[in-house]
């Protein structure tokens, strides 16, 4: 073989090995940005600039407690009437202020099924007890059947009872990393229901947990979990 030839075959060897190496290098970066897309924390909840995806209010296992003024049937359909109207009034059912945040999008598509399949045969209770049925435990296999698929930070409200004996409802706040549907960050919060109509009467405890997280408790939670 001619020195010539020798010389262009080592070139094509070292353009052909170059280029694997720079393969690899694309590839695992791929991964990477993948993964960082994915790999929420804790600590990115408080930051201002991360959006969050807001997956609405799950009323889906919830207790109702003390005497129900519609019929129990219609349990499901109210569920989604309250999603629907804190929607249709953002500035009265601000999200976005009380967390700090300049960009929350919405999917209610995940608690808009949860809800639809409620069994409202199991709805009513005259147990004070389960306005504290749940835990965070109870709180993470529920983001569990959710299946959720997307990427970023999800908030979604899920009550844990509404109790028509003392006008409040329970709610768990709670922050949720939809690439894999782990639970970042749950809080227990109450809020006393008010207004005229069962709609308004429920939707007014809703607003009641905005203002208190508005007012210092989302502050607490900051120190709280960011040390």
Known sequence: MRNEDISITRKLKNMKKSLTILSMFLLLGGTFATKQLSAQTVADIFKSETPITWLGVDYSDMRFIG???VNPSQLD?????????????PKKYDVAAPFDKQTVTSNLKYVEKANAAM??????????KDMTRFSMETVAKKVGTYGL???GIGLVYITEALNKNDQEAAYWV???????GKVLLTERVTGKAVGFGFRNYWAGSFYGTLKQIKGGLYKDWKKKYIK
Do not use: G
């Not at 359909?77 to 009034?89: G, H, P, S």
């Not at 069994?119 to 004070?128: E, G, I, K, P, V």
């Not at 709670?174 to 894999?180: I, P």
């Open 67 to 69: 005497p129900l003024d």
């Open 119 to 128: 069994n409202t045969d199991q709805t009513l209770s005259s147990d004070s």
């Open 77 to 89: 359909e109210f569920a989604k009437t309250l999603n629907d109207l804190f929607l249709r009034e």
């Open 174 to 180: 709670t922050f949720v990393n939809m690439a894999d």
């Open 149 to 151: 698929s997307e990427k």
